[in-house]
């Protein structure tokens, strides 16, 4: 919304910086950081007023009895950071920032509907699978949709680009197959960094790192001659999506304040449901999907381990890891939380520079 300001620079010659995206880029981040410090205690207020706390499951680490109770559902303040920033900071009629925002409020809202279902009913299950599966169904449908209106972003959807190559591998998989990438990419993204939300801090550090990486992406996706340089799509207005990427990188560092070890409050599926489809619709919408793999590795590490674990036990009655997700096996195997945390930062860190790395080796 602040983009406009751009328009009276005739009148005011500084006014010009707001044309800018990596000022707004840089302004968006600040601002959602500051959101999150300074609305931070007073949302943990409310939560504590509304008895809001965590479920633990039953056969959990034993050592996690104690967060049993402290607030959840601090999504909420992530949601809203990211939401005002973002619509202060970037170009709001670009149809890829209301995606992509849309997309936030959607998944978080579905994850909304998780918590209160878990702290009504007092019990860890929540929404049940096939529901949430159904919601989101339905949001890609629509996403899809949105994108097949426009021309250009029409086409580019139908393309499959993967790392490594400078051209799409298939340049059309018809309207069924984008369909499938995009419900994959948000249903994939969605469910690793909820995964990986079991520790203090460690599903919000990892999202900070890979919306950096995806920050770098927009931009140069979104600049006419970095991207014929680097072979990567050209994407018009991918720009402002680098904006959207610092909100987030902003309000995680920001929550990560009250959420690092011992946690004031967590996210909830509020908060991870929200910030798996963020990064997971950035990625389709500037053609990077597949990147998601490398740049999400922590995210992809965590929800492989589960299905490794799941499918182990179901078929030879035995278990791979000592606990899954594999954040719990390091647990078991006697890291303490904060060595957990900390280690898979640094593994989050390599792995969005990794996933940069991919954009010059064509």
């Known amino acids: 919304m602040?983009?406009?300001?751009?328009?009276?620079?005739?009148?005011?010659s500084p006014l010009r910086v707001f044309q800018y995206i990596t000022v707004r880029t840089v302004a968006a981040a600040g601002t959602s950081l500051f959101v999150c410090l300074l609305a931070g205690p007073l949302t943990i207020r409310r939560l504590q007023a509304f008895r809001i706390g965590q479920q633990v499951r039953t056969g959990n680490a034993p050592d996690h009895q104690h967060k049993k109770d402290t607030p959840t559902m601090g999504g909420v303040l992530l949601i809203g950071a990211i939401t005002i920033s973002s619509l202060l900071w970037a170009q709001p009629t670009n149809l890829l920032i209301q995606i992509a925002v849309s997309t936030l409020l959607v998944m978080g809202g579905?994850?909304?509907?998780d918590d209160y279902l878990k702290i009504r009913y007092r019990h860890s299950g929540g929404l049940?699978?096939?529901?949430?599966?159904?919601?989101?169904?339905?949001?890609?449908?629509?996403v899809v949709w949105f994108l097949l209106r426009d021309p250009e972003a029409g086409v580019r959807l139908r393309a499959f680009m993967i790392p490594f190559h400078k051209d799409p591998v298939l340049t059309d998989i018809g309207i069924v197959g984008a369909f499938l990438v995009v419900f994959l990419v948000?249903?994939?993204?969605?469910?690793?960094?909820?995964?990986?939300?079991?520790?203090?801090?460690?599903a919000v550090g990892c999202t900070s790192a890979a919306s950096l990486s995806y920050l770098a992406m927009a931009y140069l996706a979104g600049h006419a001659l970095f991207a014929q340089y680097l072979y990567i799509p050209f994407v018009s207005g991918a720009g402002e999506l680098a904006v959207f990427c610092g909100a987030i990188a902003g309000?995680?560092?920001?929550?990560?304040?009250?959420?690092?070890h011992p946690a004031q409050v967590f996210m909830g599926d509020t908060g991870s449901l929200a910030l798996g489809g963020a990064i997971g619709i950035v990625s389709v919408l500037i053609k990077q999907e597949v990147v998601l793999l490398v740049v999400g590795g922590v995210f992809v590490m965590e929800a492989l381990s589960v299905i490794l674990q799941v499918?182990?036990?179901r078929l030879t009655g035995k278990r791979i890891f000592r606990m899954a997700p594999i954040h719990h096996h390091f647990e078991k195997?006697?890291?303490s939380e904060t060595q957990v945390t900390i280690r898979f930062w640094i593994l989050s860190i390599i792995f969005a520079l990794l996933g940069l790395l991919t954009l010059k080796l064509r």
């Open 311 to 313: 499918g182990s036990f």
């Open 186 to 202: 948000l249903v994939g993204a969605t469910n690793a960094v909820n995964l990986t939300d079991g520790l203090d801090g460690l």
């Open 251 to 260: 309000a995680s560092l920001g929550f990560l304040w009250y959420n690092c």
């Open 110 to 113: 579905i994850g909304f509907v």
């Open 333 to 335: 195997a006697g890291w």
């Open 128 to 142: 049940r699978a096939r529901s949430k599966l159904l919601l989101q169904f339905v949001w890609t449908c629509l």
């Open 2 to 12: 602040l983009y406009y300001l751009s328009l009276w620079e005739s009148w005011f």
